[in-house]
Nanobody
């Protein structure tokens, strides 16, 4: 089973930026979909962004135009660039692997906390 390790979370002011990283323990060329999900307290886990091995992307409606997902196959890493952050972006962000864009697989990282607050 592939191991996923997220990093890059932290505390940021509204309007600020963060870049999250998800490092995989295997060659990500063998992983069809890599994605970011998030879960805020008291809410269901939701899709933030996903990317296929062919660089097709999908974004949740609330982050379109602000977040960008990318993958670096040489580093076996997926990134989530988050700009214009809002307090409602506060959540634990999880990396996920799957077989269909928009549908979470069963393999998750441990999560990284993102807090947007002044």
């Amino acid at each position: 089973q592939v191991q996923l390790v997220e990093s890059g979370g932290g505390l940021v002011q509204p309007g600020g930026s963060l870049r999250l990283s998800c490092a995989a323990s295997i060659n990500i060329n063998s992983i069809y979909v890599m994605a970011w999900y998030r879960q805020a307290p008291g809410k269901q886990r939701e899709l933030v962004a996903g990317i296929t091995v062919g660089d097709v992307t999908m974004y949740g409606d609330s982050v379109k135009g602000r977040f960008t997902i990318s993958r670096d196959n040489a580093k076996n890493t997926v990134y989530l660039q988050m700009n214009s952050l809002k307090p409602e972006d506060t959540a634990v962000y999880y990396c996920n692997t799957g077989y269909r864009l928009g549908y979470a697989g069963t393999n998750w990282g441990q999560g990284t906390q993102v807090t947007v607050s002044s």
